[in-house]
């Protein structure tokens, strides 16, 4: 089966995701039957398109070359007119896909909504990796959606490489989740564990995150917990039904944090982790993100560096903890492969192919 | 959509699947928009069948009673005859589907393998808790799966409440399973835990998670280790194409840990767990069973009681651990359930339901 890529955005993690697609180009033939190629790549400033798609060795170099903008077959125009990078290409033999690695705004989910439901609407599937239009419209992506039967998956937006959306809808189908709690993001997490471990300053640390190149591409929204509450808010969303805003999640950040604290705390046994969490309270779902100073003993204490972890309650299998170490740009990348083959698999099925 | 169930095995497992399935009624119907129906139940000695299935009412009560051949309608009658058992009610309306609770021998999966088999033919997809079958023909089963277009779900045999293979199918879908470990048995953990922290003999423990009716019958498969084998070997079987056969792995089990060896670990900071592992070595995968004395510091130490876990380390996401505590009858039973909600879905697809 051949898969069609649109890929938005060719910054660190689009380019990552080339990369890792290109290279496993033979193990997704010979392992699921799957030909994914991408036919555009496309940057806030314009795009390229391939109309027989790019091959493995090209979409590999390109991922290595320099900005999208000065590479062979570069034309300008508005991101935004699908009409120019996706309509040459799509047809109805296999899915279209449209994997979005860009930025948006939180508040509005632009200019990725738009897109997004407008690819919906010529019949593409979405992979999305930004948070943005999942935290600004759920329910309106959703519904466009099942409206032009097309897949939305996110598991990219919902921490990677530790994979929570599919662990809720697949492992723990037929369970009534009744909280979710994790830490959620890598950076906010390194740097907590630098202060504990090493005894640097908040700012020696968040300095030493910045050098490392953490995924996560604005540090503001890792420190002050706006990008642990978005994908909280996605997951509570997605999996409670729990139709909440960013406006509703309360969220206090790490900015405040003092060695002295982080000192004290050590003294009374606890180590503190940024911690989001979505809980049934009788027929609604609070959701709220803040340090908490946990004692030695708790599995969440014991997640250090840029790893993440998550906790499912839920009423037929109690508590599920997961954790993975896995919080660099490769996992991002292989986030959207993971959602790319479940969309393939499953579109295969609908096919009647077996 | 409706699901018509025949349950085999009316254990302690089968009657807490019958049990939590009458529960999860409306909750199905809400959010699956299924509703999952048991028509037959079948013992080693003959069933109970019922052409318009079981209400949610009766099949609790059932449950709730005595013996199955006490119980109203029970015919005596060849538990392998599906003539008997499925064909009276199996149309193709919607999916049918074996749900078996039941033991079989670990050589042969004999009855249960060629049970199966046979139910595959006669269109019924598979939903086995039990792991005899899939040890004794892991590839038969698949292949036949295949080819009479029917799906076969196993996250029960797999650990239950600990979502291995549904992790690896759907979460690390795209990615290359290099090696799977994991404590995957109840029983021996609670014992290793008990020697440890209480410092019982391990006569004592064992006594214990007798009285405590942990959800394996055969204690022997538990401590020789061989209940740790099947798992971790069909587990090796699904996911990395191990085409192995339980002969080939190498098993030691917790029979002849003492005290004094616990206590000298423990003085060496560490813990002991039994521990079964798949990994890949070149182009083969080696398996292997045995007790393993951890350093405090690993994630598997933190495991106690009858808690379960495991870790899975892929080419895209490192290495993901997962842990959980629901080791009893409710997770077994919600591991069946588990498969049925995610059959359904793959089933409503395929017929372009969206």
């Known amino acids: 089966m051949q898969i069609k890529i649109c890929l938005y955005g060719f910054g660190n993690v689009g380019r990552e995701f080339a990369r890792v697609l290109a290279a496993k180009g033979p193990y997704l033939k010979a392992r699921h039957r799957i030909d994914a190629k991408v036919f555009a790549i496309v940057t806030s400033t314009g795009g390229v398109v391939e109309p027989r798609g790019f091959s493995e060795r090209e979409l590999s170099e390109r991922s290595r070359l320099a900005h999208l903008s000065s590479q062979e077959g570069f034309r300008e125009g508005d991101p935004e007119d699908l009409s120019k990078w996706i309509l040459p290409w799509i047809d109805g033999a296999g899915p279209t896909v449209i994997v979005d690695a860009t930025w948006s705004d939180l508040d509005t989910g632009e200019p990725g909504l738009s897109r997004l439901l407008k690819a919906t609407a010529m019949g593409c599937h979405i992979v999305t990796l930004s948070k943005a239009p999942l935290v600004a419209d759920f329910y309106g992506l959703v519904e466009a959606a099942r409206r032009h039967s097309v897949q939305l998956k996110f598991s990219g937006a919902t921490a990677a490489g530790l994979p929570t959306i599919d662990t809720i809808r697949v492992s723990l189908a037929g369970a009534e989740v009744q909280s979710i ?45 706006i990008d642990t509450a978005c994908k909280v808010l996605i997951l509570a969303n997605a999996a409670m039904n729990a139709r909440k805003r960013l406006s509703d999640v309360r969220i206090t950040g790490i900015t405040g944090i003092t060695r002295r604290q982080i000192a004290t705390w050590a003294m009374e046994g606890r180590s503190v982790k940024l911690v989001g969490k979505a809980a049934l309270v009788g027929d609604d779902v609070r959701i709220e993100v803040a340090p908490a100073p946990l004692p030695h003993r708790d599995f969440f204490a014991q997640v250090r560096e840029d790893a993440k972890a998550v906790r499912f309650t839920t009423d037929l299998f109690g508590e599920l903890v997961m954790a993975g170490g896995a919080g660099g740009l490769t996992a991002a990348a292989g986030s959207a492969l993971r959602d790319l083959v479940n969309l393939a698999e499953l579109f295969r099925h609908r096919q009647g192919g077996r």
Chains 1, 2 share one sequence.
Request: aromatic share 4%; hydrophobic share 30%.
């Open 181 to 225: 709690e994790g830490i959620l993001n890598s950076t906010t997490n390194y740097i907590l564990t630098a202060m504990s471990d090493e005894g640097l300053s908040y700012e020696d640390a968040l300095q030493r995150t910045r050098a490392m190149g953490l995924a996560e591409s604005d540090p503001e929204r890792d420190v002050t917990g």
